[in-house]
């Protein structure tokens, strides 16, 4: 199973929205609205920020939000942090069954 | 507060076998679907297998399918993956994960960790 595309790092100022774009086929994100996203630390496990494209757990802040458009699914941060300097992982439900992730965004703040 | 404990990683030669075990506490352990996700040392995710609530319904990614086997008991409120033939590529920190609530899979709580080295 191939995994997802992310762009290898994506940077912004404070206070700046940015995106990471996470690019599928049909035969994952295209397929179901089953797509994840999750924020990792270093030294910590992955943490959930977004499921089912667009909904936000209650303990995710609101300044994150998700998208869909085709085969391609997006993360917004919006009014950057520099608690936001983290890497970024997206994650979909596939037509065989199993779980496929992206290779991972950098988020710098610069 | 949901819990999840890993145990049994180590390090084990090319073509070994280990069970790793994972404990969970802090909410209804049979209502939830379980998974299995790594990180390689490069920090690369991968999703490895899911098991239902009642472990009727099993899945696994096409790496690790004829070799790891995920059971649960629901008793116990323990997870399991037993691995064999392990090879050096294999070699990564495994993380028991709890599903969330919601319409499609997702990785709600994790647990800490256990690493598993191959090596010879």
């Known amino acids: 199973q191939s995994a997802l595309t992310q762009p290898a790092s994506v940077s912004g100022s404070p206070g700046q929205s940015i995106t990471i774009s996470c690019t599928g086929t049909s035969g994952d994100i295209g397929a179901y609205d089953y797509v994840s996203w999750y924020q990792q630390v270093p030294g910590k496990a992955p943490n959930l920020l977004i499921y089912d494209v667009s909904n936000r757990p209650s303990r995710a802040s609101i300044r994150f939000s998700g998208s869909k458009s085709g085969n391609t699914a997006s993360l917004m941060i919006s009014e950057l942090q520099p608690e936001d300097e983290a890497h970024y992982y997206c994650?979909?439900?596939?037509?065989?069954?199993?779980?496929?992730f992206g290779g991972g965004t950098k988020v710098t703040v610069l | 507060e949901v819990q999840l404990v890993e145990s049994g990683g180590g390090v084990v030669q090319p073509g070994g076998s280990l069970r790793l075990s994972c404990g969970g506490s802090?909410?209804?352990?049979?209502?939830?679907?379980m998974h299995w996700v790594r990180q390689f040392p490069g920090r690369g995710l991968e999703w490895l297998s899911l098991i239902s609530g009642d472990g009727d319904d099993i899945y696994y990614a096409d790496s690790v399918k004829g070799r790891f086997t995920i059971s649960r008991d629901n008793i116990r409120n323990s997870l399991y993956l037993h691995m064999s033939e392990l090879r050096v590529e294999d070699t990564a920190f495994y993380y028991c994960v709890k599903d969330g609530a919601g319409l499609g899979f997702h990785f709600d709580s994790w647990g800490q960790g256990a690493l598993v080295t191959v090596s010879s």
């Open positions: 802090g909410f209804t352990f049979a209502a939830y679907v």
């Open positions: 994650t979909a439900y596939t037509r065989r069954r199993t779980l496929v």
